[in-house]
């Protein structure tokens, strides 16, 4: 049974940092592609950035770059997002997803992956 669980959400000032973790079990990290995505109650689930099966090549919404910065370790299976200069629009729920078909990582899109966490939200507020 693949699961993903999520944590390092909270709240935080905007310009301040968090981290986000995901632990995966069930399926080797590098099978397929890894991503992490956010949701806003009401609207579609966003791409923030995804990381191709061989870690070599990934991707980012235009809204995040320079910003965070997706990671993964292969030996403790997990996968971390930094998130950098945070502003109250990135407020939302994150996601990390992962799949065993597809590898790349150009398109970033939700459909795309078939095993989800729970979430995390991350706040940024005054």
């Known amino acids: 049974q693949v699961q993903l669980v999520e944590s390092g959400g909270g709240l935080v000032q905007p310009g301040g940092s968090l981290r986000l973790s995901c632990t995966v079990s069930?399926?080797?990290?590098?099978?397929?592609?890894v991503g992490w995505f956010r949701q806003v109650s009401g609207l579609e689930r966003e791409g923030v950035s995804c990381?191709?099966?061989?870690?070599?090549?990934?991707s980012y919404a235009d809204s995040v770059k320079g910003r965070f910065i997706i990671a993964r370790d292969v030996a403790s299976n997990t996968v971390s997002l930094q998130m950098k200069d945070l502003k109250p629009e990135d407020t939302a729920v994150y996601y990390c997803?992962?799949?065993?078909?597809?590898?790349?990582?150009?398109?970033?899109?939700?459909?795309?992956?078939?095993?989800w966490g729970q979430g995390t939200q991350v706040t940024v507020s005054s």
């Open positions: 997803a992962t799949d065993e078909v597809y590898v790349g990582s150009r398109f970033c899109e939700a459909s795309l992956f078939s095993y």
């Open positions: 069930g399926i080797t990290l590098g099978v397929g592609s």
């Open positions: 990381m191709s099966s061989t870690g070599e090549d990934t």
